[in-house]
C-alpha cells in the first residue's frame, strides 16, 4: 500500500472512551486527518490510568495515547454556544463525522445527522451505540462489559460448572469497531462512485451476537442454552492450556486429528499414548479428556513454554504460548513482522503498541505518530483550517470556548 | 436474478473464495453482504463447516449445518478439485477475472497450492489477495500450524481473561480461558474485509493490486489497547480484580446471579452512593476517588456486596441504568434473543431446516442509510453455482464443463 487510501478524507472525531476512538485511529493510520474534539472540561482516558511510569498527567496515560495516535487534537467546550458553532465549522470541512455518545447526546447538541447534512450535505456520519439507536433499549448505557453480559458472550465463556466470564481484551469495543471501519470505508468508495454520503447505524451488542450463530440457532431450535465448557473443544482434544515451568507459564495446544496426536506423543516421549485405547481416536479421547489432559500436564510442566511450542510445530502439531500483553509487545515475531509499533511523543517518549492486525505487500502499513497532546493542534485546526484571527483566536482561549 | 436488486457498495466486484476457515468465510460472507460477487470455491466432498453443525432436528446434513449457512449466505457456491490439472486451470482463470482473492489456510498450504500474488497477477494486475493465516505470511512464526485457541492464546487474550471488571480470585486454579466461539475467526474474517475494501480503495489511486497478509494472532492482540497499555506504560497487569486502577467497575455476585456494577465517573460513583442509601462509609476519604477507591477495594468490596446482594440483577440494572449508571445483569444467550430490543430491531433472521424447524441467525450489526445489508441469497448447496458461475464469469463450453466436474 504504497499510497494510503485515505489521503485527503478529514475526520470529526466526537468518539468517547473507546470504542470509536479507535475506530478513528485505525481511519487516522489510513492515511485520513482525523481531528479529535475534546474538551479540558469533560477528561475520561486522559486521566485514568495507566500512566508512564505511575505518574499522572493528562498527555501521559497508555490508555488515551493507544487508540488515538495519528490524531489532532483540538479542545473545544461545547457547552459554549461559540465553541459549539466552531465545531459546526470543523464538521462543515469534514468528510466523516463519528460519534459514541449516549442515544441522543448529538442531536441535543444540534450535531445530529439531520442537521448535520445540512451544512454538509455529502456527510458520512457514524453512530456507534452500545445497544444502538432504536429501539427500547436504546437509552442504556454500557462499556464493553455490560455489553459482553447483554450479548450471551460471557455466557459462553468460563469454566465447567462456574459463572460467566468476560473475557480480556475490549473485544467488544474493537470488534464493533472493526464493523464500524468496513462500513466507513464501504461508505467512502460509495460516496466516491456517486457523490452520495450517508446515515450509518452500529450496536456493538449486535456485533458482539454476530460470533454466536451456533447458540442462536440451537436456542432458537429447542431452547437449549450452550454450557460453560472451559478451554475444552467439542470435536478436539486435547484442546487446552497446559502448565510450565514457572509461574502463570502456560502452553496452549490444540489436537484436531490422529495424526497430529500420534505426533505430539513421539515428541512427548510417550508413544504409547497412541496405542492406548483411551487415547487412540478422536471419540475415545474425548471421553477421556481430563486424564489425557493430566498425562499432556505431566510432560510440560517440566518444560519452558517455548520449548514445547517448538518440538510440538516442529511435528506438525499446533501450539502456542499464552503470553501477557508485556511479552505479546517483545515476541520477536510481531515485532519483526512491524505488527509492534512505537511513535514517538514528545512527553512519554517512544512507546510500543499494537498497530494493523495486516499488512501489505510485505510491509506494515504507513507510520504511525504518537497521539496528540491535548490541544496541540488548536493553531493549527482553528487558525490554518478555519482561519480563525489572532485577536480572535486570544480572546476565545482567554474565555474559556477553546480549552 | 438477485444479484441485480443489490446495490451494495461493493456491487459489481468479483471475489473468489478459497478456505475452510471461519475466518477467511467470514471475510469473503462480508465482502458478499456489501454486495460483491461472491464465488466460493469448496472440495469436491465440501467445506469442513457442513460437517460443523448444529443441525435442524439433530440430523447431520452438509445442508443445514448452522455454521455453514450463517458463513456462507450471499455467496454462490463452486465445487472444484484445484488439484486436478482442469480443475486449477479454472481456478486460475477465474481468479484471473476476479478483483479479491480471499484465502484462509496454514500459510505453508498457501505456500504449497501456490497461491502467492505473485504467482497469479502477471494476468490480473489489479488482483487483491487477502490472505489470512494463523501467524502471518512472514517473520519467524510464520510457518507454525494455528487454530482458535492458539490465536487466543499467542495473542494475549487468553491470560487476560477474565478480563475488565472480572478477575480470578486465585491465579493457581484458573487458568487462561478461552471464550467457545469463533472469536479470533470472526474478528481476522472483519479484519480481513477492512483490510479488502482499504486496498480497493488504493486501487483505484494506484492502479494496481496488492497482497493482504493478516495474521489471526495479531487480530487478537490488536483489540487489548488497555492490557498493552499498561505493559508499554507501567507495567503488565497481574491476573487480579482491580487491574484497571480506578474503581468500582466490577463484576459481582447479586441475589439472583452476578452483575456488572461501573461508577468510575464521579456523577455515576455519587448517583451509586445514593440508590445504596448514602451509607455513612460513602463519604470517607479512602473512597473520595476511583483511583482510591481501587487502592482500597479490599475494604469497598464487601460493603458494596451488602447492597448487591439485596438485590437481584435486573433490579440493580433498572435502578442504576435510570440513573445513568451503565450497570446490566449477565443474560443467557436465550435472554438476549428474546429480549424486545433485538426482537423490535428485527435483528435476527428466520431460517427453516428441511424438516421444517423454524430457527433463527444473527443478522447484520451495521445499518446503512444507502447501501443497505441484504440477505440475497442463502447459502449454495455443495456445487450449486459451478456450472452457472464457470458459463458467466469465464465463458466455458459444454465440453470444458464436464471435463472440470469429472475430475
Known sequence: ??????????????????????????????????????????????????????????????????????????????????????????????????????????????????????????????????????????????????????????????????????????????????????????????????????????????????????????????????????????????????????????????????????????????????????????????????????????????????????????????????????????????????????????????????GFAWGVDGGPIGEPRGAPLLGEHNRKVLQDLLQVPDDEYERLTASGVIG | MFAMFNEGALSGLKVVELTDQVAGSFCARLLGDAGADVVKIEPPDGDRHRRNGPFPGGVPDPECSGLFLYLNSNKRGLSLNIEAPDGWAAFLNLVAAADFLVLGQESLEIERLGLRRERLSDSNPGLIVTAITPFGLSGPNSAYLGDELIAISAGGMAYATPGIPDGVRDPASEPPLRSNTHMAGYLAGVQGAVASVASLMSRTIQGTGCEIDLSMQEAVAAVMPFELAHASYHQAKPRKPGIFGVMPNTYLPCKDGYVVVMAIMEAHWRNLMDLAGNPDWSGLEVFSSAVERARNWDALEPLLLEWTMDHTGAEIAQLAQDRGIPCFPAYTVGQMVDSAHVTERGFMFDLTGPGGQKFKLPGYPVRMERTPWRLSRPAPRLGEHTSEVLTEWLGYSADQLLSVETR
Open chain 1, 1 to 354: 500500500m504504497t499510497t494510503l487510501p485515505l489521503q485527503g478524507v478529514r475526520v470529526a472525531d466526537f468518539g468517547q472512551i473507546i470504542a470509536i476512538p479507535h475506530t478513528a485511529q485505525m481511519l487516522a493510520w489510513l492515511g485520513a486527518e482525523v481531528i479529535l474534539i475534546e474538551t479540558e472540561q469533560r477528561l475520561t482516558t486522559r486521566i485514568w490510568p495507566p500512566f508512564a511510569e505511575a505518574e499522572p498527567g493528562v498527555n501521559r496515560s497508555g490508555g488515551f495515547n493507544l487508540v488515538n495516535s495519528s490524531k489532532m487534537s483540538c479542545t473545544l467546550n461545547l457547552r459554549e454556544p461559540e465553541g459549539m458553532a466552531l465545531a459546526r465549522r470543523i464538521i462543515s470541512v469534514s468528510d466523516v463525522v463519528l460519534e459514541n455518545y449516549s442515544s441522543g447526546a448529538m442531536e441535543r447538541m444540534g450535531l445530529g445527522y439531520e442537521a448535520v447534512r445540512e451544512i454538509r450535505p455529502d456527510v458520512v456520519y457514524l453512530s456507534l451505540g452500545a445497544f444502538g439507536r432504536t429501539g427500547p433499549m436504546k437509552d442504556l448505557v454500557g462499556f464493553h462489559s455490560v455489553i459482553n453480559l447483554f450479548s450471551g458472550l460471557a455466557s459462553v465463556t468460563g469454566h465447567k460448572g462456574s459463572h460467566p466470564r468476560i473475557m480480556g481484551g475490549l473485544f467488544p469495543d474493537a470488534f464493533s469497531g472493526s464493523y464500524c471501519m468496513l462500513a466507513l470505508l464501504e461508505a467512502l468508495h460509495h460516496r466516491a462512485k456517486t457523490g452520495e454520503g450517508q446515515y450509518i447505524e452500529v450496536a456493538m451488542t449486535e456485533a458482539l451476537a454476530t460470533i454466536l450463530p451456533e447458540a442462536v440457532m440451537e436456542y432458537t431450535l429447542d431452547g437449549t442454552e450452550p454450557e460453560r465448557v472451559g478451554n475444552n473443544h467439542k470435536d478436539k482434544c486435547p484442546h487446552n492450556v497446559f502448565r510450565c515451568q514457572g509461574d502463570e507459564n502456560w502452553v496452549a495446544i490444540s489436537v484436531e486429528n490422529d495424526a497430529q496426536f500420534q505426533a505430539l506423543a513421539q515428541t512427548a516421549n510417550n508413544p504409547g499414548w497412541a496405542k492406548d485405547p483411551r487415547f487412540a481416536t478422536a471419540e475415545a479421547r474425548l471421553q477421556h479428556r481430563d486424564e489425557l489432559d493430566r498425562l499432556v500436564q505431566q510432560w510440560t510442566q517440566e518444560l519452558q513454554v517455548w520449548d514445547v511450542v517448538e518440538s510440538l510445530q516442529g511435528a506438525k502439531v499446533p501450539a502456542g504460548p499464552v503470553l501477557d500483553s508485556a511479552q505479546v509487545l517483545a515476541d520477536p515475531h510481531m515485532v519483526e513482522r512491524g505488527f509492534v509499533r512505537s511513535p514517538d511523543h514528545p512527553e512519554v517518549g517512544p512507546r510500543p503498541m499494537g
